[in-house]
């Protein structure tokens, strides 16, 4: 499977073990959001049938509780497939990538929050 190998390639690059997420699992992402750009991702602690990550397009991020819908992780590749290879990043682990542009780090301050 080509996604589970990027997935894999993203881990080592890191220095980190793969946590890949199950297909049941929900992630939040902001469907309202999606066609703009930077694409945002990131991963809090995996908790109540969640596994943690957080996705959101463009510049702006709310604090409105309903900024963020649950999806199946299953179903990403239908919305977001160019995400689908940092799912497996372990809790803290963030992303952003827009045209030409991919970054992904570390964030202590996720399990502070």
């Known amino acids: 499977m ?20 199950s297909p049941n699992e929900k992630l939040g992402i902001a469907l309202q959001t999606i066609g703009q750009l930077p694409i945002n991702g990131l991963r809090h602690p995996i ?9 959101w397009c463009g510049e702006k991020f709310s604090e409105d509780p309903d900024f963020f819908k649950p999806l199946h992780v299953e179903h990403i590749h239908e919305y ?34």
């Open 2 to 21: 080509v996604v589970a190998k990027e997935q894999k390639s993203i881990c080592c690059t890191h220095g980190v073990i793969e946590v890949i997420p």
């Open 47 to 55: 908790e109540n049938g969640t596994c943690g990550w957080y996705i």
């Open 80 to 113: 977001l497939p160019s995400v689908e290879k940092y799912l497996a990043l372990p809790v803290g682990f963030r992303f952003l990538i827009s045209e030409n542009y991919e970054d992904i780090w570390f964030d202590e301050t996720i399990n502070k929050l």
